[in-house]
C-alpha cells in the first residue's frame, strides 16, 4: 500500500527557535492534513489543505504555525519561533478526495521543544 | 464541534479473549466514524468505517465496529485477541455538516496477555 513518508522522525529544538516539519503525501491525493498529539493527550487538528491553500484550521493554528506545498510533492509544517507546549507527535496525513474517506497517516515526527 | 470519548486507558485482555474498546462520540450531523490503530512507531492505520447502512461494520484483522445511534456510540470488537493485537487503538468521527476534520479520542492502549 502506498504511504506518507515524514523527516525527521525525531527532531529536538531550542524554545524561540524555526522548526519545518516534512512530509511527502501520497501522489494522487487532494487534501492534506496536520495533526499532533501531545503525550498523554487527544490527537488533534491542526490544519487542513486543497488546492492549495488552507481549506480549514483548528484554534491551536495560530500566526506562528504555517503550511506549504512548494513543489508538488512536498507538504510542509513550519513553526516560526516554538514554545515549550509545542512539544508533541506531529502527523502528516492525506487522501484522495471525498469526506467519507479514510486517511492515510505517515508515521509522525517527534518534536521536543527545550 | 465534532468530539469523540474513549474513557479507558488501557484495555488488558488474554489472548483468545473477546476484545472491546469503546468509543462514544457527539456532533451536530450525521457521524462518520473510524477505528485507526497504531503500533510502534508507525503511522495511524486505518481499520475501518462506518458511513451509512449496516450498523455492524467488518474491517481489517477480524475487527469489527457498531454503531448504535441511540447510545452515540461505535464500540471496537473483536472476538478472539491475538498477542499480535496489542496496540494503540483511535477512534474518530467527521461531522457530516460542513467541515472535514477528524475529531480523535485520546486513544487506548490493549495489551493482549499471551
Known amino acids: 500500500e502506498p504511504e506518507v513518508t515524514q523527516t525527521p522522525s525525531h527532531q529536538v529544538t531550542q524554545m524561540g527557535q524555526e522548526v519545518i516539519l516534512r512530509c511527502v503525501p501520497i501522489s494522487n491525493h487532494l487534501y492534506f492534513y496536520w495533526y499532533r498529539q501531545i503525550l498523554g493527550q487527544k490527537v488533534e487538528f491542526l490544519v487542513s489543505f486543497y488546492n492549495n491553500e488552507i481549506s480549514e484550521k483548528s484554534e491551536i493554528f495560530d500566526d506562528q504555525f504555517s503550511v506549504e506545498r512548494p513543489d508538488g510533492s512536498n507538504f510542509t509544517l513550519k513553526i516560526r519561533s516554538t514554545k515549550l507546549e509545542d512539544s508533541a507527535m506531529y502527523f502528516c496525513a492525506s487522501h484522495p478526495g471525498a469526506t467519507n474517506e479514510k486517511l492515510f497517516f505517515g508515521s509522525g515526527t517527534q518534536l521536543s521543544v527545550l | 464541534a465534532q468530539s469523540v470519548a474513549q474513557p479507558e486507558d488501557q484495555v488488558n485482555v488474554a489472548e483468545g479473549n473477546p476484545l472491546t474498546v469503546k468509543c462514544t462520540y457527539s456532533?451536530?450531523?450525521?457521524?462518520?466514524l473510524f477505528w485507526y490503530v497504531q503500533y510502534p512507531n508507525r503511522g495511524l492505520q486505518f481499520l475501518l468505517k462506518?458511513?451509512?447502512?449496516?450498523?455492524l461494520v467488518k474491517g481489517s484483522y477480524g475487527f469489527e465496529a457498531e454503531f448504535n445511534k441511540s447510545q452515540t456510540s461505535f464500540h471496537l470488537k473483536k472476538p478472539s485477541a491475538l498477542v499480535s493485537d496489542s496496540a494503540l487503538y483511535f477512534c474518530a468521527v467527521r461531522d457530516t455538516n460542513g467541515n472535514n476534520r477528524l475529531a480523535f479520542g485520546k486513544g487506548n492502549q490493549v495489551v493482549v496477555i499471551p
Open positions: 462506518y458511513i451509512t447502512g449496516d450498523n
Open positions: 456532533v451536530s450531523g450525521n457521524p462518520y
